[in-house]
């Protein structure tokens, strides 16, 4: 199992990027996809999860402004994030869980917004 998160970057303030998080030795549609982030001196916070049917769930501070999303065709996952923040300032991490809970994370792809 190995994932592979790529997209981060600089951006300034109200600004857009788009994550991937690319599977592969597993198929990705066989698990529950999520997004994590982590800022300097804080927590790993969940921020979005994908299901495998395709349901998603959010943070409450980026609810409306991100979009989780999966190709199953690609073995991809994505997170459009849009309106950027300061704060959204983080690594961005992927994990995918299998049926059986355990979990496989990716090396993170960090994100700063900034002016």
């Known amino acids: 199992v190995q994932l592979v998160e790529s997209g981060g970057g600089l951006v300034q303030p109200g600004g857009s990027l788009r994550l991937s998080c690319a599977a592969s030795g597993f198929t990705l549609s066989n698990y529950a996809m999520s997004w994590f982030r982590q800022a300097p001196g804080k927590e790993r916070e969940l921020v979005a999860t994908?299901?495998?049917?395709?349901?998603?769930n959010y943070a409450d501070l980026v609810k409306g402004r991100f979009t989780v999303s999966r190709d199953n065709a690609a073995n991809t996952m994505y997170l459009q994030m849009n309106s950027l923040k300061v704060e959204d300032t983080a690594v961005y991490f992927c994990r995918a869980l299998s049926p059986r809970g355990s979990a496989s994370w990716g090396q993170g792809t960090q994100v700063t917004v900034s002016a």
């Open positions: 994908i299901s495998k049917v395709g349901f998603t």
